[in-house]
Structures are given as structure tokens and as C-alpha cells.
């Protein structure tokens, strides 16, 4: 059995093959996914599980160098953007931040290698994770 946090193994997979500035995505229940993007749908029911249970795993076993953000979570859901910015610290993470419109956002999600959709159900709980390296 693997021994570390993230035991999804599809999303443990995913994280294994991409390579530097790829990127994932990890959204909330309402965000829509493009045709053609792997989905990783771990949604239950709403708040189930939730956008932060799920990034922490991810952070476990993810180098992120880059996080893209919708610029409206910081009026319209400071709590999350908080606990995101928390979640990497705890994980030693500095990211670059970088911030675009929600609109921008959907669009860069149609290269996202994966989208992993989780039962948040509160505004603009998106990320995108770009790759790094660990050397």
C-alpha cells in the first residue's frame, strides 16, 4: 500500500508524469471542465470533499512554482484565498501568484493536463497548480 497522503491513485498518477510548468487544475463544484481535459471528479456532495482537504494532499506529493488565481476570490472568498495561501505555507511553498479574471481562468484550464473537481461549493475555490522542480 503507498505509504504517503495522496491515496487517489489516479491524481497520484497524474502529478507522477507531468513535468515542469504543466499544470493541474483543482476546482470547485460549479467550475465548468472543458472537453478534451482529463477530470478527476472527487465530488461526493456539496462540501464533500472540500477544496482544501484536497489541496493539502496534492501539496504533499506536488513541487508547485506557480499558482494562477481568479482575481475575484480575494473580495468574494478571502477565507479561502486565505487558507490557500496557509496550505502553502505548511508545505514549505512559495509560489509565484499570479492573478487573471475568472473568465481568464476558464480559458487556461483547457490546457490544464487534469482537472480535479472536489464538493466546494463556495465562489472561486480554483487554482492552478503549474509544476515545478525539485532540484
Known sequence: MKKSRLLNSELSYEISRIGHTAHITLCDAGLPIPKGVKRIDLAVEAQVPSFISVLKPILSEMQVEEIILAQEIK?????????????FEEAKMNP??????HEEFKQITKTSEAIVRTGECSPYANIILKSGVVF
Open 75 to 87: 473580495e468574494k472568498n478571502p477565507e479561502m484565498y486565505k487558507e490557500i495561501l496557509k496550505s
Open 96 to 101: 509565484k501568484i499570479t492573478w487573471v479574471t
